[in-house]
Protein backbone atom coordinates (compact mmCIF):
# COMPACT_ATOMS: atom_id res chain seq x y z
CA UNK A 1 0.00 0.00 0.00
CA UNK A 2 1.52 3.52 -1.14
CA UNK A 3 2.01 6.04 2.02
CA UNK A 4 1.22 8.99 -0.10
CA UNK A 5 -1.11 10.58 1.74
CA UNK A 6 -2.10 13.76 -0.62
CA UNK A 7 -2.12 16.46 1.48
CA UNK A 8 -0.93 19.89 1.42
CA UNK A 9 -2.37 23.13 -0.80
CA UNK A 10 -3.42 21.44 -3.56
CA UNK A 11 -5.49 23.39 -6.15
CA UNK A 12 -8.19 22.23 -8.33
CA UNK A 13 -7.50 24.32 -11.57
CA UNK A 14 -9.76 25.92 -13.12
CA UNK A 15 -9.69 25.65 -16.95
CA UNK A 16 -9.23 28.75 -19.56
CA UNK A 17 -10.97 28.01 -23.09
CA UNK A 18 -10.24 30.03 -26.26
CA UNK A 19 -12.81 30.63 -28.61
CA UNK A 20 -12.91 28.55 -31.92
CA UNK A 21 -16.02 27.59 -33.89
CA UNK A 22 -15.21 24.02 -34.77
CA UNK A 23 -15.01 23.17 -30.56
CA UNK A 24 -17.75 22.23 -28.23
CA UNK A 25 -20.35 25.12 -27.75
CA UNK A 26 -17.35 27.08 -29.36
CA UNK A 27 -14.60 26.95 -26.73
CA UNK A 28 -11.48 25.06 -26.85
CA UNK A 29 -9.55 23.74 -24.16
CA UNK A 30 -6.31 26.84 -24.02
CA UNK A 31 -3.76 24.04 -22.57
CA UNK A 32 -0.97 26.69 -23.01
CA UNK A 33 -2.39 29.61 -20.81
CA UNK A 34 -3.51 26.64 -18.92
CA UNK A 35 0.31 25.10 -18.42
CA UNK A 36 1.52 28.39 -17.20
CA UNK A 37 -1.16 28.61 -14.77
CA UNK A 38 -0.52 25.01 -13.31
CA UNK A 39 3.24 26.48 -12.68
CA UNK A 40 2.09 29.98 -11.64
CA UNK A 41 -0.05 28.26 -8.87
CA UNK A 42 2.55 26.02 -7.75
CA UNK A 43 5.45 28.38 -8.29
CA UNK A 44 3.43 30.91 -5.62
CA UNK A 45 3.91 27.92 -3.00
CA UNK A 46 0.99 25.36 -3.46
CA UNK A 47 1.65 21.76 -3.24
CA UNK A 48 0.51 20.91 -6.74
CA UNK A 49 -2.60 20.72 -8.83
CA UNK A 50 -5.52 19.16 -9.70
CA UNK A 51 -6.69 18.95 -13.07
CA UNK A 52 -9.67 17.67 -14.30
CA UNK A 53 -12.14 18.42 -10.99
CA UNK A 54 -15.56 20.14 -11.12
CA UNK A 55 -13.87 22.90 -11.12
CA UNK A 56 -11.91 21.96 -14.23
CA UNK A 57 -15.14 21.41 -15.71
CA UNK A 58 -14.48 17.33 -16.42
CA UNK A 59 -17.88 16.81 -17.15
CA UNK A 60 -17.83 19.41 -20.09
CA UNK A 61 -15.34 18.15 -21.51
CA UNK A 62 -14.79 15.55 -24.53
CA UNK A 63 -12.57 12.15 -23.49
CA UNK A 64 -9.60 13.45 -25.69
CA UNK A 65 -10.01 17.02 -23.96
CA UNK A 66 -9.97 15.34 -20.61
CA UNK A 67 -6.76 13.58 -21.21
CA UNK A 68 -4.99 16.08 -22.57
CA UNK A 69 -5.88 18.81 -20.19
CA UNK A 70 -4.78 15.85 -17.18
CA UNK A 71 -1.30 15.35 -19.27
CA UNK A 72 -1.03 19.05 -19.58
CA UNK A 73 -0.54 19.81 -16.02
CA UNK A 74 1.50 16.59 -15.19
CA UNK A 75 3.82 17.86 -17.83
CA UNK A 76 4.05 21.68 -16.52
CA UNK A 77 4.69 20.62 -13.35
CA UNK A 78 6.78 18.00 -13.81
CA UNK A 79 9.42 17.82 -11.00
CA UNK A 80 8.06 20.91 -8.97
CA UNK A 81 4.59 19.77 -7.72
CA UNK A 82 1.97 16.27 -7.23
CA UNK A 83 -0.88 16.28 -9.64
CA UNK A 84 -4.05 14.70 -8.45
CA UNK A 85 -6.16 13.85 -11.83
CA UNK A 86 -10.05 13.65 -10.97
CA UNK A 87 -11.41 10.65 -12.45
CA UNK A 88 -14.84 10.61 -11.65
CA UNK A 89 -17.12 8.41 -13.63
CA UNK A 90 -20.96 7.36 -13.24
CA UNK A 91 -20.05 3.90 -13.35
CA UNK A 92 -16.64 2.10 -11.84
CA UNK A 93 -15.75 1.03 -14.96
CA UNK A 94 -15.21 4.68 -15.97
CA UNK A 95 -13.79 5.58 -13.31
CA UNK A 96 -11.21 2.87 -13.18
CA UNK A 97 -10.41 3.34 -16.73
CA UNK A 98 -9.74 7.66 -15.94
CA UNK A 99 -7.57 6.03 -12.99
CA UNK A 100 -5.38 3.80 -15.61
CA UNK A 101 -5.08 6.46 -17.99
CA UNK A 102 -3.48 9.03 -14.97
CA UNK A 103 -1.47 6.06 -14.19
CA UNK A 104 -0.02 6.05 -17.44
CA UNK A 105 0.34 9.16 -17.97
CA UNK A 106 2.50 9.66 -14.48
CA UNK A 107 0.15 11.50 -12.12
CA UNK A 108 1.01 11.23 -8.65
CA UNK A 109 -2.55 10.53 -7.60
CA UNK A 110 -6.45 10.61 -7.84
CA UNK A 111 -9.30 11.99 -6.86
CA UNK A 112 -12.85 10.15 -7.00
CA UNK A 113 -16.01 10.76 -6.09
CA UNK A 114 -18.55 7.99 -5.68
CA UNK A 115 -20.53 7.23 -8.95
CA UNK A 116 -22.16 10.11 -10.26
CA UNK A 117 -25.59 10.78 -11.67
CA UNK A 118 -26.81 7.84 -9.74
CA UNK A 119 -27.42 7.77 -5.63
CA UNK A 120 -25.10 4.39 -4.96
CA UNK A 121 -25.58 2.16 -2.21
CA UNK A 122 -23.21 1.32 0.23
CA UNK A 123 -22.01 -2.10 -1.32
CA UNK A 124 -21.70 0.24 -5.00
CA UNK A 125 -19.82 2.29 -3.05
CA UNK A 126 -17.32 0.21 -2.13
CA UNK A 127 -17.25 -1.70 -5.33
CA UNK A 128 -16.58 1.88 -7.02
CA UNK A 129 -13.60 2.64 -4.99
CA UNK A 130 -12.41 -0.99 -4.60
CA UNK A 131 -11.96 -1.05 -8.73
CA UNK A 132 -10.66 2.20 -8.96
CA UNK A 133 -7.54 1.23 -6.73
CA UNK A 134 -7.13 -1.14 -9.21
CA UNK A 135 -4.78 1.13 -11.21
CA UNK A 136 -2.61 1.43 -8.33
CA UNK A 137 -2.42 4.94 -7.73
CA UNK A 138 -2.84 6.73 -4.26
CA UNK A 139 -6.42 7.87 -4.31
CA UNK A 140 -8.87 10.62 -2.54
CA UNK A 141 -12.38 9.73 -2.20
CA UNK A 142 -14.04 12.92 -2.52
CA UNK A 143 -17.04 13.60 -0.15
CA UNK A 144 -19.59 16.15 -1.77
CA UNK A 145 -23.21 14.75 -0.74
CA UNK A 146 -24.30 18.11 -2.21
CA UNK A 147 -24.00 17.05 -5.60
CA UNK A 148 -23.56 13.36 -5.63
CA UNK A 149 -27.00 12.94 -2.98
CA UNK A 150 -24.29 10.03 -1.52
CA UNK A 151 -22.76 10.84 1.89
CA UNK A 152 -19.72 9.38 2.78
CA UNK A 153 -19.54 9.00 6.51
CA UNK A 154 -17.51 9.07 9.13
CA UNK A 155 -18.67 5.36 9.21
CA UNK A 156 -18.39 4.48 5.47
CA UNK A 157 -15.05 6.43 5.16
CA UNK A 158 -13.41 3.97 8.03
CA UNK A 159 -14.40 0.95 5.29
CA UNK A 160 -13.28 2.46 2.23
CA UNK A 161 -9.94 3.35 4.03
CA UNK A 162 -9.46 -0.27 4.22
CA UNK A 163 -9.06 -0.50 0.94
CA UNK A 164 -5.51 -0.92 -0.70
CA UNK A 165 -4.10 2.91 -1.84
CA UNK A 166 -7.39 4.73 -0.46
CA UNK A 167 -4.58 7.07 1.80
CA UNK A 168 -7.04 10.50 1.74
CA UNK A 169 -10.46 12.05 2.04
CA UNK A 170 -11.52 15.07 0.42
CA UNK A 171 -14.26 16.17 2.68
CA UNK A 172 -16.51 18.72 1.46
CA UNK A 173 -20.04 18.28 3.71
CA UNK A 174 -19.55 21.57 5.08
CA UNK A 175 -19.68 20.02 8.21
CA UNK A 176 -16.20 20.75 10.52
CA UNK A 177 -17.44 18.18 12.93
CA UNK A 178 -16.93 15.36 10.43
CA UNK A 179 -13.09 16.36 10.38
CA UNK A 180 -12.82 14.66 14.01
CA UNK A 181 -15.75 12.03 13.58
CA UNK A 182 -13.16 10.54 10.73
CA UNK A 183 -10.07 10.99 12.61
CA UNK A 184 -11.69 8.79 15.38
CA UNK A 185 -13.15 6.58 12.99
CA UNK A 186 -9.91 5.56 10.13
CA UNK A 187 -6.18 6.42 9.56
CA UNK A 188 -6.76 8.35 6.71
CA UNK A 189 -5.56 11.81 5.66
CA UNK A 190 -8.28 14.30 6.06
CA UNK A 191 -8.56 17.03 3.84
CA UNK A 192 -10.38 20.34 3.88
CA UNK A 193 -12.76 20.65 0.65
CA UNK A 194 -14.81 23.41 1.06
CA UNK A 195 -12.61 26.66 1.30
CA UNK A 196 -14.89 28.77 4.03
CA UNK A 197 -14.26 26.25 6.10
CA UNK A 198 -10.77 25.59 5.72
CA UNK A 199 -9.54 27.05 8.80
CA UNK A 200 -11.61 25.68 10.97
CA UNK A 201 -10.70 22.05 9.23
CA UNK A 202 -6.95 22.13 9.69
CA UNK A 203 -7.42 23.53 12.96
CA UNK A 204 -9.27 20.38 13.96
CA UNK A 205 -6.69 17.98 12.36
CA UNK A 206 -7.37 17.89 8.77
CA UNK A 207 -3.97 18.15 6.90
CA UNK A 208 -4.58 19.39 3.23
CA UNK A 209 -6.42 21.91 1.23
CA UNK A 210 -8.16 20.84 -1.99
CA UNK A 211 -8.50 24.04 -2.90
CA UNK A 212 -10.61 26.72 -5.22
CA UNK A 213 -9.93 30.04 -4.25
CA UNK A 214 -6.33 29.35 -4.60
CA UNK A 215 -6.73 29.67 -8.51
CA UNK A 216 -6.83 33.15 -7.34
CA UNK A 217 -4.54 33.63 -3.96
CA UNK A 218 -1.83 31.10 -4.37
CA UNK A 219 0.65 33.12 -2.08
CA UNK A 220 -1.95 33.75 0.50
CA UNK A 221 -3.49 30.34 0.52
CA UNK A 222 -0.62 28.84 0.65
CA UNK A 223 0.33 31.27 3.95
CA UNK A 224 -2.89 30.53 5.58
CA UNK A 225 -1.96 26.89 5.56
CA UNK A 226 1.32 27.22 6.82
CA UNK A 227 0.47 29.26 9.81
CA UNK A 228 -2.56 26.82 10.27
CA UNK A 229 -0.33 23.75 10.38
CA UNK A 230 2.23 25.44 12.66
CA UNK A 231 -0.73 26.19 15.31
CA UNK A 232 -0.14 30.38 14.75
CA UNK A 233 -3.83 30.85 14.60
CA UNK A 234 -3.67 34.64 15.87
CA UNK A 235 -2.03 34.90 12.29
CA UNK A 236 -4.19 32.78 10.66
CA UNK A 237 -7.06 34.39 11.45
CA UNK A 238 -6.26 37.76 10.41
CA UNK A 239 -5.68 36.34 7.17
CA UNK A 240 -8.44 34.05 6.70
CA UNK A 241 -11.18 36.51 8.36
CA UNK A 242 -10.55 39.40 5.14
CA UNK A 243 -10.61 36.22 2.53
CA UNK A 244 -13.73 34.34 3.74
CA UNK A 245 -16.51 36.28 2.09
CA UNK A 246 -15.11 35.66 -1.13
CA UNK A 247 -13.69 32.03 -0.14
CA UNK A 248 -17.71 31.32 0.54
CA UNK A 249 -18.48 31.66 -3.46
CA UNK A 250 -16.34 28.17 -3.21
CA UNK A 251 -19.61 26.64 -1.71
CA UNK A 252 -22.21 27.55 -3.94
CA UNK A 253 -23.50 26.74 -7.27
CA UNK A 254 -21.36 28.60 -9.16
CA UNK A 255 -18.32 28.49 -7.59
CA UNK A 256 -16.76 27.70 -11.04
CA UNK A 257 -17.97 31.28 -12.28
CA UNK A 258 -17.01 32.86 -8.81
CA UNK A 259 -13.33 31.55 -9.49
CA UNK A 260 -13.36 32.29 -13.32
CA UNK A 261 -14.29 35.81 -11.96
CA UNK A 262 -11.99 36.32 -8.92
CA UNK A 263 -9.43 35.57 -11.63
CA UNK A 264 -10.42 37.99 -13.90
CA UNK A 265 -10.48 40.32 -11.03
CA UNK A 266 -6.66 39.78 -10.27
CA UNK A 267 -5.19 40.24 -14.27
CA UNK A 268 -5.46 36.28 -14.21
CA UNK A 269 -7.30 35.16 -17.19
CA UNK A 270 -10.67 33.19 -15.85
CA UNK A 271 -12.55 33.77 -18.70
CA UNK A 272 -15.60 31.72 -19.81
CA UNK A 273 -17.46 28.30 -19.21
CA UNK A 274 -18.72 25.90 -21.19
CA UNK A 275 -22.49 24.73 -20.89
CA UNK A 276 -24.59 24.14 -19.10
CA UNK A 277 -22.42 26.65 -16.71
CA UNK A 278 -23.47 30.27 -18.01
CA UNK A 279 -21.97 33.92 -16.90
CA UNK A 280 -22.91 35.24 -13.31
CA UNK A 281 -25.67 37.22 -12.76
CA UNK A 282 -25.59 41.33 -12.48
CA UNK A 283 -26.26 40.67 -9.29
CA UNK A 284 -23.96 38.05 -8.45
CA UNK A 285 -21.06 39.79 -10.08
CA UNK A 286 -21.34 42.73 -7.79
CA UNK A 287 -21.57 41.24 -4.62
CA UNK A 288 -19.12 39.23 -5.52
CA UNK A 289 -17.01 42.48 -6.53
CA UNK A 290 -17.50 43.63 -3.25
CA UNK A 291 -16.41 40.46 -2.11
CA UNK A 292 -13.21 40.58 -3.62
CA UNK A 293 -12.47 43.91 -2.90
CA UNK A 294 -12.51 43.44 0.62
CA UNK A 295 -9.68 40.40 0.28
CA UNK A 296 -7.96 43.22 -2.20
CA UNK A 297 -7.75 45.77 -0.14
CA UNK A 298 -6.69 43.63 3.06
CA UNK A 299 -4.04 41.81 0.54
CA UNK A 300 -2.64 45.20 -0.58
CA UNK A 301 -2.10 46.47 2.74
CA UNK A 302 -0.58 43.28 4.65
CA UNK A 303 1.05 41.66 1.19
CA UNK A 304 1.77 37.65 1.46
CA UNK A 305 5.19 36.87 -0.50
CA UNK A 306 5.39 34.27 -2.90
Request: overall charge negative; hydrophobic content about 45%.
Amino acid sequence: MTQERLDGVIVATALPYAEDPKAPAGLRPDLDRYAEHCQWVVANGCRGVGPNGSLGEYSSLTDDERRQVARTAIEAVKGTGVVVVGVHGAGAHQARHWAEVAAEDGADGVLCLPPTMYRANHGEVIHHFTEVAKAGLPIMVYNNPIDTKVDLTPELVAEIAQIDNVVAVKEFSGDVRRVLEIREAADIAVIAGADDVVLESLLMGATGWFAGFPNVFPAESARLYSLAMEGKLAEARALYEPLVAAFRWDSRTEFVQSIKFGMDVLGRFGGPCRPPRGPLADEQRARLGQDMRKAVDYLRAHPVAA
